[in-house]
């Protein structure tokens, strides 16, 4: 990130918000040295079959294909056992992605419990874990071309889910006005228009997202999240296998690549396309649904 651009995301603390009023102890340094520990040990997940998917892609024919307006959302219905893409077509774009089992509104994607499993970026091999008390994987990343990215010096990388989804609440707490163009309420919209259900009921089941093509991290000295210029090109997708039948959204973030603002009308924006993609049959009939989690939720009742 330029240091111009750092320096202003510094400056909007304020020295209030770093001043420090406590006295460290004697042993400040010693409690700082202490070693990190990974919070979720994953070695006894179940991993998904990465050859099974390659030799699935050989035989992909596409089902459907939406195109997604600048600034704007669309909902889509993927089956069990076929594959999404969303497919960069003119210049890098954005999208906020939210995910549903179609047969259950409230089964949804959980991005913080994905990112405690994997990490704050997701790429091929990562899962998309859903809510509690399900928790279980709605999709898998089988396929990134932008995997090639990995962290660069800013500690950036790409597909975070970090961010929540910039919206018109936000916008209205911070600048006073209204935005309708906002990810938030493009998803509101596209699920509401999918489901026939009233665009206040469907806002309640939009959820944090994950930031598909999104170049973000966190800024090393104050510890900001920050957005930059998505390094996608036209071409670029990431490929996911619905595990059971799930409800998408996809929405065309109004920050365009999201290297300079969003939240209006300012940044470039381009259209997305999604495809659905189906397998050969043997490939779906050998596909099992995955189970929910088998707590039995007596809380120690």
């Known amino acids: 990130m330029p240091k111009k651009s750092l320096e202003r995301i510094n400056k909007s603390r304020g020295d209030d918000a770093v001043a420090q009023t406590s006295r460290p102890p004697m042993d400040a340094q010693a409690r700082r040295s202490q070693p990190p520990v990974i919070v979720y040990p994953v070695d006894s997940l179940p991993q998904p079959d990465m050859a099974r998917h390659e030799a699935a892609r050989a035989t992909l024919t596409k089902a ?26 003119e210049g890098p774009q954005v999208a906020d992605f939210n995910l549903w089992n179609a047969a259950d509104l409230t089964e949804r994607f959980y991005s913080g ?5 994997h990490r704050t970026h997701l790429t091929t091999g990562d899962r998309l874990w859903s809510t509690l008390p399900h928790l279980r994987p709605l999709a898998t990343i089988t396929q990134d071309t932008l995997d090639w990215y990995g962290w660069d010096d800013d500690g950036a990388g790409v597909h975070d889910v970090i961010g929540t989804r910039c919206d018109p609440y936000t916008h209205r707490l911070l600048s006073g006005e209204d935005y309708h163009r906002c990810c938030h309420s493009n998803l ?42 998505s390094p996608a090109r036209p071409g670029d997708f990431i490929e996911f296998f619905a595990e059971l039948d799930v409800i998408g959204a996809v929405s065309t973030c109004p920050g365009g690549d999201c290297g300079a603002t969003h939240s209006s009308d300012v940044a470039q924006c381009h259209p997305l396309r999604i495809e659905i993609l189906r397998p050969y049959e043997q490939f779906l009939a050998a596909g099992q649904l995955p189970e929910k989690s088998n707590y039995r939720r007596t809380h120690g009742m």
Do not use: W
């Open 113 to 117: 419990k994905t990112r405690a499993l």
């Open 64 to 89: 459907r294909e939406i195109v997604v307006p600048p600034r704007d959302g669309r909902a889509f219905r993927v089956p069990r056992g076929h594959y999404l893409r969303i497919v960069c077509i």
């Open 188 to 229: 509101a919209r596209a699920l509401s228009q999918a489901t026939a259900l009233p665009v206040t009921e469907a806002e309640l089941y939009v959820h944090d997202v994950m930031n598909v093509f999104m170049c973000s991290g966190f800024t090393r000295d104050t510890h900001q999240f920050f957005m930059k210029a």
